[in-house]
T-cell receptor, first 111, second 114 residues
C-alpha cells in the first residue's frame, strides 16, 4: 500500500532556510502536496507539484522532487516565526480516492 | 478563507450524548471527506462522498454516522462515543474524485469526549 514518511521535528533560526523532507513509496503517485497546519487550525494547501516536474518555485517556497528516489522536499527561504507550524506531505494518484498523508513535521523557528 | 467551513469549532460531549458536526463547502466541489486527526498520528481518512454518494467507509465504527444531503453539505452524527474518539475532525472537499486533485480543508472541530 501507499506510505508517506517525514521526520517529526525541525528547528531553525529566523532568517535561515528550512528544508523539510518526505519520502513516499507509491511509484504511481502523480501529484504531491505540501500542507501547513497552524495551531488550532485546519490544513492549508501551500503548494503542489506534478510528478513529471523536478522543481517548482513559489515566492519563498521551493519544492524539489526526485521521482527516482521517491523523495520530495520543501525549502522555505528566509524562514520567519510565522512559518512555525506542522507541515504535511501528501500524495495521490489517478484512480485513487483520497490523499495519503505523512505524519507531519513540526517546524520551530527560533527568533 | 478556505471556502470550507465547519461548525462547531469546539465540542465537549459525554459518552451518552448525541451530537452532529457540520461541514459546508462554497467551492462548487463534488467530493467531500471526513478525516480524524489524533495526537501523534497521521491523518485518518474516515469517509468519502462523491456527488452525495458514499464511496468509502474506512472501517469506521458505527457510532460515527455520516450524512451528505447535497454536494455542498456534509454531516457527521455522533452517538455513544468513547474517550479515545477525542480528536480534531477535519472536513475537506475536492473538485472530483480519482483525479488526484488537491483537497481543501476546513478549520476542524475539536471534539472532547468526557
Amino acid at each position: 500500500g501507499e506510505d508517506v514518511e517525514q521526520s517529526l521535528f525541525l528547528s531553525v533560526r529566523e532568517g535561515d532556510s528550512s528544508v523539510i523532507n518526505c519520502t513516499y513509496t507509491d511509484s504511481s503517485s502523480t501529484y504531491l502536496y505540501w500542507y501547513k497546519q497552524e495551531p488550532g487550525a485546519g490544513l492549508q494547501l501551500l503548494t503542489y507539484i506534478f510528478s513529471n516536474m523536478d522543481m517548482k518555485q513559489d515566492q519563498r517556497l521551493t519544492v524539489l522532487l526526485n521521482k527516482k528516489d521517491k523523495h520530495l522536499s520543501l525549502r522555505i527561504a528566509d524562514t520567519q516565526t510565522g512559518d512555525s507550524a506542522i507541515y504535511f506531505c501528501a500524495e495521490s494518484a489517478k484512480g485513487r480516492r483520497a490523499l495519503t498523508f505523512g505524519s507531519g513535521t513540526r517546524l520551530q523557528v527560533q527568533p | 478563507e478556505t471556502g470550507v467551513t465547519q461548525t462547531p469549532r469546539h465540542l465537549v460531549m459525554g459518552m451518552t450524548n448525541k451530537k452532529s458536526l457540520k461541514c459546508e463547502q462554497h467551492l462548487g466541489h463534488n467530493a467531500m471527506y471526513w478525516y480524524k486527526q489524533s495526537a501523534k498520528k497521521p491523518l485518518e481518512l474516515m469517509f468519502v462522498y462523491n456527488f452525495k454518494e458514499q464511496t468509502e467507509n474506512n472501517s469506521v465504527p458505527s457510532r460515527f454516522s455520516p450524512e451528505c444531503p447535497n454536494s455542498s453539505h456534509l454531516f457527521l452524527h455522533l452517538h455513544t462515543l468513547q474517550p479515545e474518539d477525542s480528536a480534531l475532525y477535519l472536513c475537506a472537499s475536492s473538485q472530483d474524485l480519482g483525479q488526484g486533485g488537491e483537497q481543501y480543508f476546513g478549520p476542524g472541530t475539536r471534539l472532547t469526549v468526557t
